[in-house]
């Protein structure tokens, strides 16, 4: 049995001129600011055909999201609210920028970014508060955003996955919103680190000491105890009945591979309607590698099961 990735000859050719991030403690405040210039540079211009509007949520804590729209708005349109990647440890909302600059003039949609407190400053369950927060918000000022209620559905990538799947089980729990479906982009739901592709030495992107790293940032006192809520980290739960429809799409080669696919396994065997997408030779981050063929398959993926969830039905 093979120890290593295999990943697209493609992206392969990419890899050595990716940087390696090495997370610590210590160095986290610096990694951050090298991945803010390192996004920002890689970012493509925004059009005019979307406007961006950040709302406060809360003051203590502070939740900042960010709406986008389309001019021209068909309301009430459907509602796609997004938490950003970043293993619990990086990343800003502002990564959803470019997402929503196309699918919100795809689609017609409407797009809620949020800011959620990072780790280890802040610890679960913080950040998913926070995510939590801004979904009450969603929900409270549908109307005025030119939102239906009914059809706002939830997402995240990698750890924004994780915090996505989390919020699902937080809120069919809860009772106080439905949301309509959830798409789990490569998440990260996993702190034990069981499977095989976890163990992948030759990981781009999130290594397994990246991985550990993360994990332990998130859950604070609670990593490597028996204490972890599934809200935490979602392939811990027992029971998936009662969760919205669901795509879960990962890469091939991607640490997260496995327990990405138990968990939409276990979702279809729960009852929950799902679609699960493994696309060959995707590394973790797949979506950033753009023009290439696992990149390419990946977007017409995602884009494919949105279009009839996100889609005006006025337009």
């Known amino acids: 049995m093979t120890n290593t990735a295999d990943v697209h000859p493609e992206i392969a050719a990419i890899g050595p001129l990716i940087p390696a991030f090495i997370f610590t403690r210590e160095g986290l405040s610096e990694v951050r600011v090298q991945q803010d210039v390192g996004f920002a540079a890689m970012a493509p211009p925004l059009s005019d ?6 709302h406060l ?23 796609l609210y997004s938490i950003h990647g970043g293993g619990y440890i990086i990343g800003s909302y502002s990564m959803d920028d470019a997402k929503f600059d196309h699918l919100c003039v795809k689609f017609g949609c409407v797009g809620v970014s949020v800011e959620y407190r990072l780790s280890p400053e802040t610890a679960y369950p913080g950040p998913l508060d926070d995510c939590y927060m801004g979904l009450a918000w969603t929900f409270a000022n549908a109307a005025d955003l030119g939102i239906d209620p009914a059809r ?12 996505a799947a989390g919020l ?23 702190d034990r680190q069981i499977s095989v592709s976890s163990q992948y030495d030759d990981l781009l992107i999130w290594s397994k000491a990246s991985n550990t790293f993360g994990w332990q940032c998130y859950l604070g006192d609670l990593y490597d105890t028996n204490e972890i809520p599934m809200y935490a980290a979602a392939a811990r739960a027992k029971d998936l009945a009662g969760l919205p429809e669901t795509l879960v799409i990962t890469g091939g080669a991607d640490g997260f591979r496995d327990e990405d696919i138990e968990y939409a396994r276990r979702l279809g065997a729960s009852g929950v309607p799902t679609d699960l997408c493994v ?7 797949a979506q950033m590698f753009a023009g290439t063929t696992p990149e390419r398959r990946w977007s017409r993926a995602v884009d494919e099961w949105l279009t009839p969830r996100l889609t005006s039905k006025t337009g």
Request: proline fraction near 7%; hydrophobic fraction near 45%.
């Open 57 to 79: 949520v809360s003051s203590d804590p502070r939740v900042v999201v960010r709406v986008h729209r389309p001019k021209n708005l068909a309301a009430p349109a459907a509602c």
């Open 279 to 285: 696309i060959a030779g995707a590394p973790h981050g």
């Open 49 to 54: 055909d979307v406007e961006r509007v950040d």
């Open 152 to 163: 706002i559905g939830i997402t995240g990538v990698s750890a924004g996955g994780g915090l």
């Open 168 to 190: 699902g089980l937080l809120a069919r729990d809860r009772g106080e919103y439905a949301i309509a479906f959830q798409l789990l982009e490569c998440p990260m739901i996993d």
